[in-house]
Structure formats: C-alpha cells, structure tokens
C-alpha cells in the first residue's frame, strides 16, 4: 500500500497524513508535484482520472481517492482509535459535521483563493474582486457560526476528537496561510484550535 | 422518529426520500417551505442551526442534518439492501463517488443557478454570467467525464446500486429541471439515467 499526496500547503493530502498519525499508522508516501505535471501524467491519471490528490494505491492495484474515502478505508482496516464516531448517531454526526466544513467553510476559502488570492490566477478563469470580497465576509460568518457551535465542546462533531476535527483544522491552517486569520474575539474556536494543534498529529 | 423536508424540485431533500424507497421503510414525513422562511423559526433553527432541509429527528429529539448523514444513519439501522457498498473498499468507492460528485458536478450546477437562473437572484449576491457561461461549460466537461467512468458499468460507484446513484439522479434531475439537459450523444451516461429512473424509488 502506498499513498500519493504532496507536500503543504495543500489541505486534502494533510487530512489523510493526520489522520495516519492519530492512528500510529505509517505507509510509504510518494509525494507528487501539482505544478510541474506530475498528476496529470497517463499513469497517474489511470489512477485517479481527476488528477488529484491524495489516492491511496493498495497492494493489488485497487485505487481510492478523495481524502475522505481514503480515511474511511483506513478506520475499517485500522479501527482504533475511532475516527468517525462510534453507533450510528456518531457516525451520522461526523459525517454531519465534515459536510458542513466542505460547504459551509471551505467554499468560501476556495472563492476567495479564486478571485482574490494572488496565486488563485488560473488562464481562461474569470475573477471577480466583489465575489472574494463577498467569500471574505462569508468565511468570517461561518467562523462566527463553528465558535458558537463550539461554545461548550472540546471537539467539533462528538465528545472525542474525529476526523470532522482534522477538517476542520486543515481548513483553518490553510486559510490562515492564504491570509485569513481566525478573529482572537471567537474565543471557542481559538482554544479548539489550540487545543488540536498541540496534538502530535498536527505536525503532519 | 420523523423527516423534515420539502417537495420537489430540491434535490437533497429528495435523495433521503429514495434511500428510505430503496429500503422500503415509511417515516412521516413534515414538509416545510423555506420560501416561507419556515425553516428559519427559533424551532427549527434548534433541529439545524443551518436552517436547512433535510433534517432527520429521532424521538428522543436527536437531530441529523446533511442528505448524506441522515442516508447512513438510516443505513446502520436498515441494513439491507446496503446502499452505502460492503466491506471496506466498496465503502471507500460510494464515498469517493458522492464526494466527487459534489464537486465536479453539483458545483457547476450551482454557479450556473446563482449567475444565469432567473431564480438565482439574491439580494446583496452579485452574479456574473461569465462565471455563469463557464458553469455550462464545465458542467458538460464533468458529464462527459461521467459517461467515459460509465462505460461497461450498470451503476457509478460499485457493481450494485448505492447511494451514490441517488446523488447522480438526483443531481442530473434537479439540473434538467433548471433548464440542463444531458446530451444524448453521451450514451452510457443516457442508459444509466434510463436505467435508475424506472427503479419504483425514483418517483420519490
């Protein structure tokens, strides 16, 4: 088994580098250049016909990609700690919570990165300051929103900390190093961020 | 236990409603209209502090929302038929396949309805029919990437159906209805269409 991801910045590859560490998991990892081509390669792409990262290639040649799936099949073949809650509710609750972050929060770094970040220019791609303005605004809304959801809770989605945390904390890290800080009056969010970020995981 | 959800043509709501015709299991079911700003109560505000539908309560009050938590809540509890795919790599690839589609298709479906649909107008929310164009663009581009992933396949993610046929339908619906039709050059994705819209469940 192996897994192709890339370096930082990018958010998705870290997920799944977290979430080996939480599970004292290690696999080889071949790290895979975005910029120079090297996702967009024929073999690569009969790996992952989108071209993304990260893809988890198991022994036999089955690939799976999209962070999420990949880290769903790790909880199955290494199943403790649990990452996705245990029963049903749990479950349902973090699978909950990692949909809210993809289209609450990180659409809104996705569209400021696009029309407003610097290295968001991409040839043929229309940009429209007053939409990354609006992304800005509406990043900051959903921030406001996680800290009072958070008011109380030492993790996002259960009592213990899941893989809706690791979004969580990928979206804020790469946020924060595209610009958008984490405003220090959102007094839940800052600790919950501290407070993940000292885990040894975080250094994935 | 009961569904809050709301009538067609929102395609969210209704993926819950085919799952539970796919299990051949009846809740009650509470329709809400959000052009009401009936899911913007203090009440329902308290179920989904999104206020938004679908929202699945249990009788002790417990309260799911996302389609896709609340299908995998009710998968654990109705097991069969498994919708969600058995054994660890099948799990992996309906997740892979809902994921996908939610980025490479629904996305454009979205922008297309926020910058050109004459209902997407919003106060306040600027649109650009650049961006709008572009979404027609690649909404094709990801249709005709589907149809090359259907080729030989009866269904998207696994040899069975799953949940993440529900999304496809429900998607390529929704977005019929607004006015985006599935070329019908693209003849495995046409078939596939053809083959789940007769399933009994797609009348949910």
Known sequence: VKLYSTPPPPPNPRRVRIFLAEKGVTIPIVNLEPVRGETKTPEFLARNSLGQLPVLELDDGTC????????????????????????????????????????????????????????????????????????????????EWLDGELAGRDYLAIDSFSVADICLLTTLDFADWAGLKVPERLINLSRWHERVSVRPSATA
Chains 1, 2 share one sequence.
């Open 64 to 143: 799976i990609s999209e962070s999420l799936a990949i880290c769903r099949y790790l909880e199955r073949i290494y199943p403790d700690p649990p990452l996705f809650g245990s029963g049903p509710i749990e479950e349902a609750w973090v699978d909950m919570w990692t949909r809210r972050l993809e289209f609450q929060l990180w659409v809104h770094v996705g569209s400021y990165w696009r029309h407003l970040h610097p290295f968001g220019v991409r040839e043929g791609v229309p940009r429209h300051a007053d939409l990354g303005e609006m992304a800005l605004r509406d990043y900051d809304k959903a921030l």
